[in-house]
């Protein structure tokens, strides 16, 4: 029975995210909508964090970069098929990666961290300085994708109950894909990597393609948080792709507990969180967030996950090892 | 583009180039010395543009600001290495990461408090506030020269510093084997002290100079981290005199490139990077 402890929360968390529409607050169903594509995002940067120990410093790269692809393949006044954007922004996010990898996958530890950090500023300027995608004021998505399909309209994304159940299903999609991807033998050689990677070519693999194929996933799943993004708010500015993003969503993914895809998503939840309760303390609101970050960084090592580990030790007078 | 124009774009990236080193020179050996990865290093440059600010408003000359902003770096770069980064040194990077992510938040903020969020000019002092003539059309202004000179001699006394006294000793020491450094009596946590103070100090510094070119503004620290990362990671972790030339290289291809390129201008000194990683992983010069 208490193996299915865990199956049965994860079943209730997703039943109340799908009646949540009922309590009829179109504010919060967007914000528990926002939330839930942060958690996405931030799942696909545990891929890389928490399972294959790639410390990634520019992943709000791949988010942008499949926001602008739905931006820029919607025509101004006529909407794009939901049919091919969708898969097109997955696609070409997934491909950035794979060239951004390329290089960034020659480097290791602080290295990886900056380089990574400097390609995803270099995707930023290119959107912010160059005509490719309207500057720094960015582009309105003045329709959203249309999901005609073989002549019949299964749902309707201007609707934002359905747009919201979309978001929800990408988010049970994505989580059941990357649970079958680290069950894999493909997962255990990332899981290697992570612990020995240098047993790992001693045995015999290639870790590089592994890593690389690993990052290419992630800027991919990475890709349809953005897109759901660019869906749910109909704008996008160079901004998605900004550092401060990439440092949010690594953010996330330490304040869940790395290696967890659940808490990933618990971390998105904290996150935003945070972020509505400070600002309505006060609009200098980063302040209280920066202070929580370093300070539970000085008396809080290894993160919230760590917490019932050391409280456990505490009670027991087990001493932390 | 004709002589004159050349030679004025040439002395601008070597004035930004020299800049940029002052700022990365501290971010690597805090890198190299420390193994620490530092986000907050730009916020550095930022504090010291708004001091250069803030105490040439007071006191109506820059001069007197940079000559009590040293100082005052001095003390806050050791302060916040007893307070904070002394505890990170046995961390792994991620936790770095996100200290120094947070003390930005928290830097940026204060700003905002303290100073404002518009954009704010600082005078040029009247001595260095000429032009030099090259042409009928054409001029250079002193000041960006007293920059580079200020930056070079800087540049020479770093280097003196590291290779020539007993302090540059223990530091190089200390960046092998901190364990063997303390075991030979030497306290290696005054040594990491004065290290962090001294890469805090350079990049203040850095800052009040350009204040007066780029005027300060909400932000200004994001840009130069990011660009001074792109430097340290063609130079070398850890080396300074890669990162003189890698500093050089991109202001260079920086200045260059808003000329000739400028719709890519943003992106061109990151093409640069890869194309350092392409042939050389570890930077250009990683020692062995």
């Keep these: 029975m208490s193996k299915h402890i865990p199956l049965i929360l994860k079943l209730i968390a997703l039943g109340g995210l799908l009646a949540f529409p009922m309590a009829d607050s179109p504010f919060y169903t967007e914000l528990v909508a926002k939330t839930v594509l942060f958690g996405i995002f931030a799942m696909s940067l545990d891929l890389l964090v928490g399972f294959t120990g790639l410390v990634s410093l520019g992943h709000a790269a791949y988010f942008g970069i499949a926001a602008y692809t739905v931006a820029l393949m919607t025509p101004k006044y006529e909407a794009a098929s939901f049919w091919t954007t969708f898969p097109s922004a997955i696609g070409i996010s997934a491909a950035a990666a794979l060239v951004v990898g390329i290089f960034v996958l020659r480097t290791k530890g602080i290295y990886f961290i900056m380089v990574t950090l400097a390609f995803a500023q270099m995707v930023f300027y290119l959107f912010h300085d160059t005509a490719l995608g309207g500057g720094s004021d960015g582009i309105y998505l003045n329709l959203k994708p249309d999901t005609t399909l073989f002549g019949g309209k299964p749902f309707d994304l201007d609707n934002p109950f359905h747009l919201y159940y979309l978001i929800i299903a990408t988010l049970v999609v994505v989580y059941l894909f990357l649970k079958l991807l680290l069950r894999s033998p493909f997962g255990k050689v990332l899981v290697g990597i992570k612990s020995n990677e240098h047993r790992m070519k001693s045995m015999g693999y290639r870790t590089f393609g592994y890593k690389l194929a690993a990052f290419s996933i992630a800027g991919g799943l990475a890709g349809a948080a953005g897109y759901l993004y660019a869906v749910l708010f109909g704008f996008v500015t160079p901004e998605l792709m900004s550092w401060h993003q990439s440092g949010n969503v690594l953010l996330m993914v330490i304040l869940g507990g790395m290696g967890n895809l659940v808490g990933a998503l618990l971390g998105a939840l904290a996150f935003v969180a945070m972020q509505e309760v400070f600002s309505t303390w006060t609009k200098h609101w980063q302040l209280v967030m920066g202070s929580v970050i370093v300070l539970s960084v000085l008396f809080l090592p290894g993160g919230l996950s760590a917490v019932p580990r050391r409280l456990k030790a505490a009670l027991t007078g087990g001493g932390e090892k | ?288």
């Design chain 2, 1 to 288: 583009m004709d002589f004159y124009s050349f030679l004025i774009q040439v002395l601008n990236s070597v004035q930004y180039g020299l800049l940029l080193f002052l700022v990365a020179s501290g971010l690597t050996l805090v890198f190299g010395i420390m193994g620490i990865i530092n986000l907050a290093h730009g916020a550095f440059y930022m504090v010291g543009a708004y001091m250069a600010f803030a105490l040439s408003s007071l006191t109506g000359n820059l001069f007197t600001a940079i000559l009590l902003g040293i100082p005052l770096s001095l003390v806050f770069g050791a302060f916040l290495e007893w307070a904070l980064f002394s505890h990170l040194y046995k961390r792994d990077h991620l936790e770095q990461v996100l200290l120094t992510y947070g003390l930005i938040l928290i830097f940026e903020e204060l700003r905002s408090l303290l100073v404002d969020d518009e954009v704010h000019g600082v005078a040029i002092p009247d001595v260095f506030s000429a032009s030099i003539a090259l042409n009928d059309t054409l001029s250079y202004p002193v000041y960006r020269l007293v920059i580079s000179a200020v930056c070079i001699v800087l540049a020479i006394g770093l280097y003196f510093l590291i290779q020539r006294t007993r302090l540059g000793m223990m530091i190089r020491a200390g960046s092998h084997d901190r364990d063997m450094v303390q075991s030979l009596g030497i306290n290696i946590n005054l040594i990491y002290r004065t290290v962090f103070a001294l890469g805090v100090t350079l990049a203040a510094f850095a800052g009040m100079l350009a204040a007066p070119i780029s005027s300060v503004f909400p932000g200004m620290g994001g840009g130069v981290l990011i660009i001074s990362f792109v430097i340290v990671v063609i130079g070398g972790i850890g080396s300074v005199w890669g990162a003189l030339f890698a500093a050089l290289l991109v202001g260079f291809a920086d200045t260059f490139g808003k000329v000739l390129l400028p719709d890519f201008a943003g992106a061109i000194v990151y093409v640069l990077m890869a194309a350092v990683l392409l042939w050389r992983p570890e930077g250009i010069f990683k020692k062995g």
